[in-house]
């Protein structure tokens, strides 16, 4: 069965449900029947189906990328890079993002009904990888009947994500734009996790993962664990440029309100978070960055996960103020790549946003992004 995608309206999407006998064979040895992926699209394919973009998304992100969010009414989260005359235009792309499995707004996760029991999964729903959330939109693009995506790009997860595509299916993409990510998470990052998990999962409305079913949300927990991995996404530089030490009101409260404007930051991002994203999903998805470690599969070696990527494009890109995915990690994914014999542009920006930057406004990123589509597009005969 293949999903015709044949509009030419500026966005186009929807909940695709993988026919009966064809589920999701997970890396756990779980299998998950029945998949639905929510996806959104922009532009439209072309006559031979070879124009196609896929966006990857990071951890909180979805498959909004440059659309209103139907959730918080706000615009998509790349929509700087998304539209006329922009590097991903619609008029010759067809860009397509899709909600990875585990996530929570339409696709497949913790938080569907789980039709064996007709009750919300919680954490009976089968631990995820990141090859795992690859492999369903391997099954999406295939479905749309597009044998050659143009470009697999994402930026922190979503670099995780086109990792494994250029190790897992080669053959099925032409180039790769991998940005502020790594090859791998570190005791850092995994340790930043366990923090929010244990928040949420301390929290008394969490029931056992089953809160959906008693009408509950740990609300307090995941705002905890959204304000914690917040201040990851940021660099020193750019909490004391925003925000210093200065108070929200005059004077000290002498209490435990938020006294300083970053505390209150802080408290707005828990709060306006657990509007848009489920508790478990974040449990699942965390867990799914934590267990990536692309070399573990090959040997322990990363360029031979990279052997079959040799006619690949890669476009590499980090930030110098990025603490959690820094740029040693981008240059190890290009020297693994340059080992395996694929070719990779690399560009280090100089930034002082941390690892957020790849959603702002950054036009050294735009550019460089700009440049590398432009040849691809020029190679493939779409210019």
Avoid at 37 to 62: E, F, Q
Avoid at 210 to 217: E, K, L, P, T, V
């Amino acid at each position: 069965m293949t999903l015709e995608v044949t509009s030419d309206i500026a966005q186009n999407g929807g909940i695709w449900r993988f026919p009966a006998g064809q589920p999701l064979l997970l890396d756990s040895g779980a299998r998950i029947d029945g998949l639905e992926v929510a996806w959104a699209s922009y532009g439209a394919l072309n006559a031979d189906r070879s124009n196609a973009v896929l966006i990857c998304h990071a951890l909180t992100l979805d498959q909004h990328v440059a659309a209103v969010h139907p959730v918080t009414g706000k615009p998509g989260w790349w929509t700087r890079l998304i539209g006329p005359g922009k590097p991903l235009d619609p008029a010759r792309h067809f860009i397509l993002c899709a909600n990875v499995v585990g996530g929570c707004q339409g696709t497949t996760g913790p938080g569907s009904i789980n039709a064996a029991t007709g009750r919300p999964w919680g954490l009976t729903f089968p631990v995820i990888t990141i090859a795992d959330m690859v492999r369903a939109q391997a099954m999406l693009v295939e479905a749309m009947g597009i044998e050659t995506l143009q470009a697999v790009v994402g930026g922190s997860m979503g670099g995780m994500q086109v990792l494994q595509w250029a190790a897992d299916y080669p053959e099925r993409m032409f180039s790769a734009v991998c940005v502020a990510s790594a090859a791998r998470h570190s005791a850092q990052n995994i340790a930043f996790h366990e923090v929010g998990r244990q928040a949420i999962m301390a929290d008394p409305e969490w029931r056992g993962g089953d809160y959906a079913h008693h009408g509950a949300r740990p609300e307090k927990g995941l705002a905890v664990a959204r304000m914690a991995a917040h201040i990851t996404y940021l660099s020193e530089t750019a909490l004391q440029r925003k925000f210093g030490r200065e108070l929200q009101r005059d004077g000290l409260s002498w209490g435990f309100d938020a006294d300083f404007q970053v505390e209150s930051y802080l408290r707005h991002q828990g709060a306006s978070f657990v509007d848009r994203f489920d508790a478990n999903s974040y449990l699942y998805i965390t867990r799914a960055m934590d267990y990536f470690d692309l070399a573990a599969t090959h040997g322990g070696v990363l360029a031979e996960a990279f052997r079959g990527a040799k006619h690949i494009r890669f476009c590499v890109l980090s930030f110098t103020s990025d603490w959690l995915y820094p740029t040693a990690e981008s240059r190890h994914i290009v020297r693994a790549l340059n080992a395996a014999g694929a070719r990779a542009s690399f560009v280090e920006i100089e930034s002082d946003k941390g690892h957020d930057a790849f959603l702002l406004d950054e036009p050294v990123m735009d550019s460089a992004l700009a440049g590398f589509l432009d040849s691809v597009d020029a190679a493939r005969g779409l210019k």
